[in-house]
């Protein structure tokens, strides 16, 4: 199982972000998908989540208007797109899989990415 995640930067505030996630090693359209995140020093948080075919989305109160969550099954990838990017958006962002899981609280997801780093200044 891999998950591969990109699209992190270095912005300044107001400015955008598309985060992708490439997975790999297991069956993809299956699995709910989500998008965490950590900042030093700071627990993990849920920024936002995906069912199996994208009908149902979750988003952390912070993020909703700013952040969109998608996915393309016939691609394996899974997207965040980022806008009106802020100073306290800076952290590792993770994607995460699970077979059942679709809530915002990161603990119960069965696989995660290695994270891409967002710096927002």
């Known amino acids: 199982v891999q998950l591969v995640e990109s699209g992190g930067g270095s912005v300044e505030a107001g400015e955008s972000l598309r985060l992708s996630c490439k997975a790999d090693?297991?069956?993809?359209?299956?699995?709910?998908m989500g998008w965490f995140r950590q900042a030093p020093g700071q627990e993990r948080e849920g920024v936002a989540t995906?069912?199996?075919?994208?009908?149902?989305?979750y988003y952390a109160d912070s993020m909703k208007g700013r952040f969109t969550i998608s996915r393309d099954n016939a691609k394996n990838t899974l997207y965040l797109q980022m806008n009106g990017l802020k100073p306290e958006d800076s952290a590792m962002y993770y994607c995460?899989?699970?077979?059942?899981?679709?809530?915002?609280?990161?603990?119960?997801?069965?696989?995660w990415g290695q994270g891409t780093q967002v710096t927002v200044s």
């Open positions: 995906i069912a199996t075919a994208g009908g149902s989305t």
């Open positions: 995460a899989a699970d077979r059942y899981n679709l809530g915002l609280a990161w603990r119960g997801y069965s696989y």
């Open positions: 090693g297991f069956t993809y359209l299956r699995y709910c």
